[in-house]
Structure formats: C-alpha cells, structure tokens
C-alpha cells in the first residue's frame, strides 16, 4: 500500500496493539510476552522524548528530533501518529506492512490515540488494553520508577484519568494487579485471536482453499 493510502488492510499476519496509561507495566509484559512467543515480532515506534533509564535507541524507540518526525509525517511515513504528554510518537507504515504480508505477527506498544487510529486501518487489529488494579497503586509504580519529578507524576496521573476512560473502545482489558497473571491473559488473547476463524483463513489460506471453505 502507497503512502498516504488509508484503505482498510487484510493481512495473513495478526496485529497486535498493546496500551496503557504510563506506570502500569506495558512495557514490562510485553518483554515478556516475546521472550516466550517466537512467533511474535515487536514494531519499535518513533518519539520525539528523550531516553529514559537504560532505554536504547533502536531497541525501546526510535528517538529522533522534531524536525525529522514532522518530515516523516509529511512524507506518510506513519500509519499513526499523536501528542501523548507532550512528545510525539509514530508508527513505521513500512516496517509493520512488510511483516503483516510476510504473515508475521507483530505487537505494538501504543497509546489508545494510535491504536483507535491502527483499528480504522487493520480492521483485524487486536486492541489490548492493560488497566492498574487502583489509582493508588498506580502512583505508587509511578514513584517507584524514581524516573520523573513530583510535577511530571502528578501530569501523568492525570492523564491517565483520561487514557482509563478509553478502554471501553478496546477489544480486551486486563488488569495488571499481579504481573504472572496478567502476562498470562495476555499470552491467552495472543492465541485465541490466531486460532479465530477469520485469522485462521489469513494464515492458512491454502488450507481453506483445498478444503473448500470461504
């Protein structure tokens, strides 16, 4: 599909779209989930923000500048892209399209702006969305971190008012109260959403052809 074309995609690959307010442990299952999935491939978004902690550039973000994104996004280089606490973030058109059509599966870590975005695009999109188990709870991950100041927190807790509000237009929910059970939900949408019939029919095409089935 050319840049700028937004028609709706079918692809023998599944897409995954993983969200969730900032200090709720995204991040963390989704690791985890490749670390035991093989069959799953990981799209490293661009962002505008600065590295955090041990982040590297290449393997959490493409970090690049302002002015290359607004150029990436001139050019429709993004499936995807929006503000979220005040830095951009983008999703590769080309990097997700080649592994989705090579009948890769591949995951996203994204917030609900891109992933409602994603969805109008991958009408096969799976929409994950990962909810703290309480807002005190959620402060507490958020103080833990020891990554940002009082002032940022108190943002971020607030945005996140607004991002909770945003799971009922998702496709799955879980709560990441305990972190096995809740990498455990997750690795169980994975392989429901493979075996669905219409996912089935995208990977396996063939087999529904000599079978005879549409």
Not at 53 to 73: L, P
Not at 143 to 162: F, K, L, P
Not at 189 to 201: D, E, G, N, P
Request: aromatic residues 8%.
């Amino acid at each position: 599909m050319p840049p700028g074309d937004n028609r709706p995609m079918e692809t023998p690959g599944n897409l995954f779209c993983v969200a969730a307010p900032s200090g709720t442990g995204k991040s963390s299952l989704v690791k985890a989930l490749l670390e035991l999935d093989s069959r799953l491939a990981v799209s490293v978004s661009h962002t505008t923000r600065k590295p955090r902690g041990q982040e590297v550039d290449g393997r959490e973000y493409h970090f690049i500048d302002e002015a290359t994104f607004r150029a990436m996004v001139d050019r429709g280089d993004f499936f995807e892209h929006a503000q979220v606490h005040g830095n951009a973030y983008g999703t590769s058109r080309e990097a997700i399209q080649q592994r989705l059509e090579g009948g890769e599966d591949v995951v996203l870590e994204i917030d609900w702006q891109g992933a409602l975005q994603i969805k109008r695009l991958f009408p096969h999109a799976v929409l994950i969305f990962i909810l703290p188990p309480s807002w005190e709870e959620l402060m507490q991950r958020l103080n833990r971190r020891g990554e940002d100041s009082a002032e940022v927190i108190a943002q971020r807790m607030a945005n996140a008012r607004t991002e909770v509000a945003q799971a009922r237009h998702f496709d799955y929910v879980i709560i990441n109260a305990l972190f096995e059970t809740a990498l455990f939900d997750l690795k169980t949408v994975v392989h429901s959403q493979r075996l669905k019939y219409a996912a089935q029919r995208r990977a396996k095409s063939q087999v529904f052809t000599l079978l005879g089935l549409s």
